[in-house]
C-alpha cells in the first residue's frame, strides 16, 4: 500500500456536509466502476449513461483511462506497478467526485482484482457507494472490434517473440467475484445498457 511520506499534515474538515451537497444536487454521489477488456464497451457505455443524466439534468462525469494518461497520470507506463499507482490514483479522484455529490464513471480496463478491491474499500470506508460494473464482451467479440487497433499490434509483437504486456494476449484479466452488474456488449447496445444502469441508480436511492 502506498504511504504518506509528507510530514506535518491534518485533514481539515469542512463546514458543507455531503448531505446537503445532496440536497442541492438532488442526487447521492457515487462511483460506477467500468472495468473490462479494451474494446469491451466501457467508455462508450460510461459516455452514453453520462449524456443521459445531464440530459436528465444529473451532475455526471466520465474518467476515462487513455484521458486521464493525457494529464494526471501521464507519467505512468504499463508495468504492473504503474498499473497499481494508475488505479490507485483514479481511485482517490473519484472519491473525491462521488463525495462532492457527482455521478462519477469511471472506465478503466483495471485487470487486477486487487487494485479494484482496494479502490472499493476506499469507498467503504468513506461510506460512498461504488458500483463495479463488469463489461463481460468475449475476448473474441473485443478483438473482432478492435477500435485502436491494440490487439493488431498486440498479437504482431507476441509472433515476434516481443510481447507487449497487452491486456487479453499476453498479460491477464482477471475478472470480478462479484459485480454489481455485469453487461456483454455482444448482445446488449449502449442505449439498452444506459436504461439497465439508470434503473439500477433509480433503484439504490441515488437519483431522487
Same mark, same amino acid.
Given at each position: 500500500m502506498t504511504e504518506?511520506r509528507?510530514?506535518?499534515?491534518?485533514?481539515?474538515?469542512?463546514?458543507v456536509?455531503r448531505e446537503a451537497?445532496?440536497?442541492?444536487?438532488?442526487?447521492?454521489?457515487?462511483?460506477?466502476w467500468?472495468?473490462?477488456?479494451?474494446?469491451?464497451?466501457k467508455?462508450?457505455?460510461? =459516455?452514453t449513461l453520462?449524456?443521459?443524466l445531464?440530459e436528465r439534468?444529473?451532475l455526471a =462525469?466520465?474518467l476515462?483511462?487513455?484521458?486521464?494518461?493525457?494529464?494526471l497520470?501521464?507519467?505512468?507506463?504499463?508495468s504492473?506497478?504503474d498499473r497499481e499507482?494508475?488505479?490507485r490514483?483514479i481511485g482517490e479522484?473519484?472519491k473525491?467526485?462521488?463525495?462532492?455529490?457527482v455521478?462519477?464513471?469511471?472506465?478503466?480496463?483495471?485487470?487486477?482484482r486487487r487494485?479494484r478491491?482496494?479502490?472499493?474499500a476506499?469507498h467503504v470506508e468513506g461510506?460512498?457507494?461504488?458500483v463495479e460494473?463488469?463489461?463481460s464482451?468475449?475476448?473474441?467479440?473485443?478483438?473482432?472490434r478492435?477500435?485502436k487497433g491494440?490487439?493488431?499490434?498486440?498479437?504482431?509483437?507476441?509472433a515476434?517473440g516481443q510481447?507487449?504486456g497487452?491486456?487479453?494476449?499476453d498479460d491477464? =484479466?482477471?475478472?470480478?467475484?462479484?459485480p454489481?452488474?455485469t453487461i456483454?456488449?455482444?448482445h446488449t447496445?449502449p442505449q439498452?445498457?444506459t436504461?439497465?444502469?439508470?434503473e439500477y441508480l433509480q433503484k439504490?436511492?441515488?437519483?431522487?
Amino acid at each position: 500500500m502506498t504511504e504518506i511520506r509528507a510530514t506535518n499534515i491534518t485533514w481539515h474538515e469542512g463546514h458543507v456536509t455531503r448531505e446537503a451537497r445532496a440536497r442541492l444536487l438532488k442526487q447521492k454521489g457515487a462511483t460506477l466502476w467500468f472495468t473490462g477488456l479494451s474494446g469491451s464497451g466501457k467508455s462508450t457505455i460510461a =459516455y452514453t449513461l453520462e449524456h443521459a443524466l445531464v440530459e436528465r439534468g444529473r451532475l455526471a =462525469y466520465v474518467l476515462d483511462g487513455d484521458n486521464i494518461r493525457h494529464g494526471l497520470n501521464k507519467n505512468l507506463g504499463f508495468s504492473a506497478a504503474d498499473r497499481e499507482e494508475n488505479i490507485r490514483r483514479i481511485g482517490e479522484v473519484a472519491k473525491l467526485f462521488a463525495d462532492c455529490g457527482v455521478i462519477t464513471l469511471t472506465s478503466f480496463i483495471s485487470p487486477y482484482r486487487r487494485d479494484r478491491d482496494r479502490v472499493r474499500a476506499l469507498h467503504v470506508e468513506g461510506k460512498l457507494p461504488f458500483v463495479e460494473i463488469y463489461m463481460s464482451t468475449p475476448l473474441e467479440t473485443c478483438e473482432r472490434r478492435d477500435p485502436k487497433g491494440l490487439y493488431k499490434k498486440a498479437r504482431a509483437a507476441v509472433a515476434a517473440g516481443q510481447g507487449m504486456g497487452f491486456t487479453g494476449v499476453d498479460d491477464p =484479466y482477471e475478472p470480478p467475484l462479484n459485480p454489481e452488474i455485469t453487461i456483454d456488449a455482444t448482445h446488449t447496445s449502449p442505449q439498452e445498457a444506459t436504461i439497465i444502469l439508470l434503473e439500477y441508480l433509480q433503484k439504490q436511492g441515488l437519483l431522487e
